[in-house]
C-alpha cells in the first residue's frame, strides 16, 4: 500500500516507520492514524522484519492529535476517533516483533501516548513529553491515562496529566519515560544501533519475552509466573533455542533462524 503520510524504509530487518506530515509537525488526524493501523498490521506479519522504528520526519516526533479534526466532534464522534487512535496504538503495543520510539522533538497528547505504545523510547535532548490535554478540555483519549502510569506510576502521571504541564527529554529519563536521552544528530544511529542488538538475538525468544512482560504486567505475580513459564517451554520447541545453545558450548556466535 502507498501511504501519503507514512514513510516506510527496511535495511536488514529493521523497518523504520517515519510519521510524514511536517507542516503539521506530524500531527494525527484519522488518516495518518488508519495508515498506521495498516502499516503496522503488515508489519506484524512481515517475518523478513525484526524490529521496527518509529520516528518523525521534520522537527517533530508527533505533536498530538489534530486539534482541528477534533474541535467538529460530537461525543460519539469522539469515542469512535479515541477507539480508532486506541486500537492502532494497542497494535503496536502487541506487534510480535519490537518497537523503538526514536522521538526527535515534539511528543505531546497522542505523540506521547504513541511512543507509550513502544517497547523503548530514545529521546533526544531537543524532546518535548507531555500530556496537556485538559488545557484544551479534554482527557488524554489514545491511552495516556493506562500506559503512562504504568510507566512511571500513578502520582507522577497524575502530576503530569493534570497540570498539562510538558517535560524536557532529562525529566523524561528522570521520571523513567524514556530509556535514554542523545544528542540530536545522533538519534538515529542510536535507535539503529539498538535494533541491530536486538535483531542479532533470536526472533522467537524476543517475540516470546514481550509477550511474557506484556501479558505479566496485566496479572498477579502468580499468574505473570504462569505465563513466564509457558513462554519459556515453548523456547525448546525452537531450532533458535538448539542453536543458541549449541553455539554457547561450540564457543562461537549462533546462527538464529527465526525458526
Known amino acids: 500500500m502507498e501511504y501519503k503520510f507514512l514513510i516506510r524504509e527496511d535495511n536488514e530487518g529493521i523497518a523504520v516507520v517515519k510519521i510524514n506530515k511536517p507542516k503539521s509537525?506530524?500531527?494525527?488526524?484519522?488518516?495518518?492514524?488508519?495508515?498506521?493501523?495498516?502499516?503496522?498490521?503488515?508489519?506484524?506479519?512481515?517475518?523478513?522484519?525484526?524490529?521496527?522504528?518509529?520516528?518523525?520526519?521534520?522537527?517533530?516526533f508527533v505533536a498530538g492529535?489534530?486539534?482541528?479534526?477534533?474541535?467538529?466532534?460530537?461525543?460519539?464522534?469522539?469515542?469512535?476517533?479515541?477507539?480508532?487512535?486506541?486500537?492502532?496504538?494497542l497494535l503496536i503495543e502487541k506487534l510480535s516483533k519490537p518497537v523503538i520510539a526514536a522521538i526527535n522533538g515534539f511528543a505531546l497528547g497522542g505523540g506521547c501516548e504513541i511512543s507509550l505504545s513502544c517497547d523503548i523510547r530514545i529521546a533526544s535532548t531537543k524532546a518535548l513529553l507531555g500530556q496537556p490535554e485538559v488545557g484544551l478540555g479534554i482527557t488524554?483519549?489514545?491511552?495516556?491515562?493506562?500506559?503512562?502510569?504504568?510507566?512511571?506510576?500513578?502520582?507522577?502521571?497524575?502530576?503530569?496529566?493534570?497540570?498539562?504541564?510538558?517535560?524536557?527529554a532529562d525529566e523524561a529519563l528522570e521520571i523513567g519515560l524514556v530509556n535514554k536521552v542523545v544528542e540530536p544528530e545522533a538519534l538515529m544511529d542510536e535507535a539503529?544501533?539498538?535494533?541491530?542488538?536486538?535483531a542479532k538475538n533470536s526472533t522467537?525468544?524476543?517475540?516470546?519475552?514481550k509477550k511474557a512482560?506484556?501479558?505479566g504486567l496485566q496479572a498477579d505475580i502468580d499468574t505473570g509466573m504462569e505465563i513466564e513459564k509457558a513462554q519459556f517451554a515453548?523456547?525448546?520447541?525452537t531450532e533458535d533455542q538448539k542453536e543458541g545453545m549449541k553455539a554457547f558450548l561450540e564457543k562461537r556466535k549462533p546462527e538464529f533462524t527465526g525458526k
Do not use: W
Open 25 to 60: 509537525l506530524n500531527a494525527l488526524d484519522s488518516e495518518v492514524v488508519k495508515e498506521l493501523h495498516d502499516c503496522f498490521t503488515q508489519l506484524d506479519s512481515d517475518e523478513s522484519v525484526k524490529v521496527v522504528i518509529l520516528t518523525g520526519e521534520g522537527k517533530s
Open 65 to 89: 492529535a489534530d486539534i482541528a479534526e477534533m474541535s467538529t466532534l460530537n461525543a460519539e464522534e469522539g469515542g469512535n476517533f479515541a477507539k480508532l487512535g486506541m486500537d492502532t496504538f
Open 140 to 168: 488524554p483519549g489514545f491511552g495516556g491515562t493506562q500506559r503512562l502510569a504504568r510507566a512511571i506510576g500513578p502520582a507522577k502521571a497524575k502530576e503530569l496529566i493534570y497540570t498539562a504541564r510538558n517535560i524536557k
Open 192 to 198: 539503529m544501533a539498538m535494533a541491530k542488538s536486538i
Open 204 to 209: 522467537l525468544a524476543v517475540k516470546y519475552a
Open 213 to 215: 512482560i506484556n501479558a
Open 234 to 237: 515453548l523456547c525448546f520447541a
